[in-house]
């Protein structure tokens, strides 16, 4: 779906404020209020945006997170990301580019349940040939108004 100067203007007060009402990003965007629920509708609907909830981390009980990157058997990859995806604490799984095949970001209550999770039931997969983890101890940066939507 291509979005017009109007969609990103509309995405643009959404990300400033997800509690904006329609009646007044009409007002400051001077159109209708029926002609933003219909965009609205038309981005949903073309999955160009949903709305959601970003829920502090350690405020739900997750205090620990890892990124973990792994080597596989080539023919393994994708079985390997899809596996690991459906684990609860898995935040994301998929496929790579470089020195690493996988990339999985994990989240948990503590470290030792991630390294529990980690011996237990990544480094048994079939096809898994090395593992590299890393704890993120500090961000500059992190966007949560873009993300690929499936």
Known sequence: MKLDATDTAILDLLKDNARVSNREV?????????MVRQRLKKMTDGKAMRLGLVA?????????????????????????????????????????LGRFDVLIYLIGQTRQE???????????????VDIDVREPVGSAKQRFELVFLN
Do not use: H, N, W
């Open 114 to 128: 991630l390294a529990q999770l980690i011996d237990e039931r990544i480094a048994p997969l079939e096809g898994v």
């Open 26 to 34: 009409a007002r400051v965007l001077g159109m209708s209020e029926s």
């Open 56 to 96: 502090d981390m350690a405020t739900v009980g997750y205090t620990a997170a890892v990124i973990v990157r792994l080597r596989t058997i080539p023919s393994k990859g994708r079985a390997i990301a899809e596996a690991v995806a459906q684990l609860e604490c898995c935040a994301f799984s998929g496929l790579t």
